[in-house]
């Protein structure tokens, strides 16, 4: 099982539409949680901070919920320009490195 | 101010030649990660240097990979005896966190090396 689990898609979704992705992940004793976001050919770059709070940045909400292990993000009102990859990204607590666990990435198409 | 860049942008190689891939962090990151990208998969976690440490290499596939980043600034990965399993997207990043720092800084990626190995 890998460590992050994300749906691969495509989600293709009218312009206007709100759509939800989930990501699970297995380690318990993940620190932090983000979501970048991939456009075809380029780098990721950094959507949003996960927070167990919530957090929410425009149309953009994301979820924490360390007790069932998974992340959410909702994008309302989806745009064109919404099309891309969306990975989940999870660092786990290791004493020597922050590094990234990447999902496989969830591809989101906005239809017109 | 200038984001994370890497050199070459493509690379093609013959099966058995060696390649060197660059990347230059923002200037003052302390934390420089290498990722390598397969086709229609996120990226995987190589190694880890903290300033011209290299703390973690776990996500190395086999002893022909080798990193280093002599200054603490610019680094260089380099993949010996090209295998054409080794075709990817190999992405740079770095951030400003280290260890003993309270959360993970966010990391900044550089737009990858693409290496097709024929």
């Known amino acids: 099982r890998k460590e992050v689990e994300q749906d691969p898609g495509p989600f293709n979704v009218p312009e206007g539409a709100t759509v939800a992705f989930n990501c699970t992940y297995s380690n318990s004793a993940s620190q932090s949680f983000f979501w970048y976001r991939q456009d075809c050919r380029k780098e990721p770059k950094l959507l949003m901070s996960v927070y167990s709070s919530g957090n929410e940045d425009g149309r953009f909400t994301a979820q924490l919920n360390r007790a069932s292990q998974y992340i959410s993000l909702l994008i309302r009102d989806s745009k064109l320009s919404d099309s891309a990859t969306y990975l989940c990204?999870?660092?786990?607590?290791?004493?020597?490195?922050?590094?990234?666990?990447f999902g496989t990435g969830t591809r989101l198409k906005v239809l017109a | 101010g200038a984001g994370v860049s890497q050199s070459p942008r493509y690379k093609v190689a013959k099966r058995g030649q060696d390649v060197a891939l660059r990347c230059d962090p923002i200037s003052g990151h302390v934390s420089l990660f290498w990722y390598q990208q397969a086709l229609g998969q996120g990226p995987e976690f190589l190694t880890y240097?903290?300033?011209?440490?290299?703390?973690?290499k776990s996500g190395l596939p086999s002893d022909r990979f080798f990193a280093e980043r002599p200054e603490g600034s610019v680094s260089t990965l380099k993949i010996q005896r090209t295998q054409k399993e080794d075709s990817a997207v190999y992405l740079c990043?770095?951030?400003?966190?280290?260890?003993?720092?309270?959360?993970?800084?966010?990391?900044?990626f550089g737009p990858g090396t693409r290496l097709l190995v024929l």
């Open positions: 990204v999870v660092t786990p607590r290791t004493s020597g490195t922050y590094k990234y666990i």
């Open positions: 240097f903290q300033n011209e440490a290299q703390l973690d």
């Open positions: 990043a770095s951030s400003s966190s280290q260890l003993g720092g309270s959360v993970p800084e966010t990391q900044y």
